[in-house]
Structure formats: C-alpha cells, structure tokens
C-alpha cells in the first residue's frame, strides 16, 4: 500500500508541473490526476508518463528532415505551427489570403 501512495504522489507531482493548452477542453493534467487515485496504479504507468514528460521517444527516433519538409510543401508543418502560435494570440488570417491560399 506503501508503494502505491508514493507512486500515486510521484504521479500527482507531474501532473501539477503539466503544461496547460489552451486550444483543447480535456486537459492531460486532469486526467493524470484522476489517474494517480485509480487502484490498479503501477509503476509503468508512472513511467510512461514520464517518458512522455520527458519526450524521449522524440529523442531516441527522430523525425528525418524528409518527413518534416516534403519536396511538395517544404514550409508546411511550419504554417501549421505558425497558425497554432496567431491562434493563441487571437490573430485570424483575412480571408482573401484563406481563399486566395497566400501565407
């Protein structure tokens, strides 16, 4: 039982320390939370969370450049980030550049 309290308390502190994202309604804090007071908590599940905090599977297997800039549209994933970034801020494109597709 011992083992389960710390486990659950590790859990409770990534949570806390999780970012918060404004663009969706289910956070991962609150489930991480939720999850630290489920019966079956183990140590894996503590990990896994983790490696995700930690982003490792990103470190052991990047993505190739290939992927991140396709000859077809090389700035692609970067508008896409971009778009994310003006969203936040509350910057919509106009619409002649939505219908005319000019970034």
Same mark, same amino acid.
């Given at each position: +039982?011992?083992?389960?309290?710390?486990?659950?308390?590790?859990?409770?502190q +990534?949570?806390?320390? *999780?970012?918060? !994202?404004?663009?969706?309604?289910?956070?991962?804090k609150?489930?991480?939370?939720?999850?630290? !007071?489920?019966?079956?908590?183990d140590?894996?599940?503590? %990990?896994a969370?983790r490696?995700?905090? !930690?982003?490792?599977?990103?470190?052991?297997?990047?993505?190739?450049?290939?992927? +991140?800039?396709?000859a077809?549209?090389?700035?692609?994933? %970067?508008?896409?980030? %971009?778009?994310y970034a003006?969203?936040?801020?509350?910057?919509?494109?106009?619409? *002649?550049?939505?219908?005319?597709?000019? *970034?």
């Amino acid at each position: +039982m011992a083992a389960r309290t710390v486990l659950s308390n590790r859990l409770r502190q +990534m949570a806390e320390g *999780w970012a918060f !994202d404004p663009l969706r309604p289910a956070q991962l804090k609150t489930f991480l939370t939720s999850l630290a !007071d489920h019966p079956s908590l183990d140590s894996s599940a503590v %990990e896994a969370v983790r490696a995700l905090r !930690d982003n490792r599977l990103a470190k052991q297997c990047p993505t190739p450049e290939s992927i +991140m800039k396709p000859a077809s549209r090389p700035f692609h994933y %970067e508008r896409i980030a %971009e778009g994310y970034a003006k969203s936040l801020q509350g910057i919509g494109r106009p619409w *002649w550049k939505i219908f005319f597709g000019i *970034w």
